[in-house]
């Protein structure tokens, strides 16, 4: 494989690094075992005999795998695309009949730590309605202002001045009713800065979503396959002959919207278009079924009729 992207950025100074390539079948292997956390790989290079074999028995620290897969690894992309040049010149793969599955994986996030579109919907009402309340007390000072001073101002004539009861009388309602304008004028813009707040979350969650984590504001509020909702992301993954052809981690919740990028994304890749689809019927959609049809793609994917579509057949 061609690592070079890896190699320079190592700097030539200091001692002697642990050679990238062995490091990169270290974490490889590990992961198609599921071993993913860095100091259970450092125990199995010094436990496991295939893990010393391929390591040659070097034995990184797990601080060492750990910087590695954050630092040199950036590019993951790139491995994944000469993995899969070698499987096209091994004739692994051809691109004709591809699997398409997804899954949803949990975000490192707290579901206590989610927002909702509808939530942020009643709170921008709600801001409306007080923002309106307010608008009206605003109308009714300046209702009580003109009733003190009607036309007249201390330089006409109508409302004697001079009179030092008068004057204290009108001068503490005026104070009033500054007072009361400072008070809702602070309200409003509390108001409105909140207002701004929800719709900067808004366009976090972007208008294909319903849900998103504060924590982690790419994850969205769905399903999880153990049976309980949580923040996580839906894992779509592209298959031929037990070779990943491609991949995606979408916040979309549902697999429905996710067939049609996923099959651009493989014919990018691949510069070629699948001969056939094959998915389950969570993929199932008019839209989808239209879409195969027009890219002469052969698609095997069920579609779920709904209880009452059933019902009413068999009544019939």
Not at 77 to 90: G, S
Not at 181 to 192: G, M, Y
């Amino acid at each position: 494989m061609d690592l070079l992207f890896i190699e320079q950025t190592y700097s030539n100074d200091g001692q002697h690094a642990f050679n990238p390539r062995m490091l990169l079948k270290v974490l490889v292997y590990g992961y198609s075992l599921g071993l993913r956390g860095s100091r259970k790989l450092a125990d199995r290079l010094k436990e496991d005999i295939v893990f010393m074999w391929l390591s040659a028995r070097n034995t990184p620290d797990f601080r060492t795998i750990s910087d590695f897969r954050k630092d040199k690894l950036i590019d993951f992309d790139n491995i994944f695309e000469q993995v899969l040049k070698t499987c096209f010149a091994l004739n692994m793969v051809r691109v004709g009949k591809v699997s398409l599955d997804g899954t949803k994986a949990l975000a490192n996030a707290s579901k206590n730590k989610a927002v909702f579109r509808t939530n942020l919907k009643k709170q921008k009402e709600l801001i409306h309605q007080k923002v309106e309340e307010i608008m009206k007390e605003v109308e009714s000072a300046d209702e009580e202002e003109e009733r003190l001073y009607g036309n007249a101002t201390p330089h006409r004539t109508g409302i004697d001045f001079t009179d030092p009861k008068v004057l204290e009388k009108i001068t503490q309602s005026v104070k009033k009713i500054e007072r009361q304008r400072k008070r809702l004028n602070k309200k409003k813009a509390i108001l409105t800065a909140r207002e701004s707040e929800i719709n900067k979350k808004e366009r976090i969650m972007r208008k294909d979503r319903n849900s998103f984590s504060s924590v982690d504001k790419d994850a969205t509020v769905m399903m999880m396959k153990e049976g309980y909702i949580a923040p996580g992301y839906n894992i779509q993954l592209a298959t031929e002959h037990q070779v990943i052809l491609d991949y995606e981690v979408s916040s979309n919740r549902t697999d429905q919207k996710l067939l049609k990028p996923m099959v651009e994304k493989i014919k990018k890749r691949t510069g070629r278009v699948p001969e056939t689809m094959i998915t389950d019927a969570g993929y199932g959609s008019k839209f989808n079924y239209r879409y195969l049809k027009n890219q002469k793609i052969q698609s095997y994917i069920p579609y779920t009729i709904e209880l009452g579509t059933v019902l009413g057949y068999l009544s019939a």
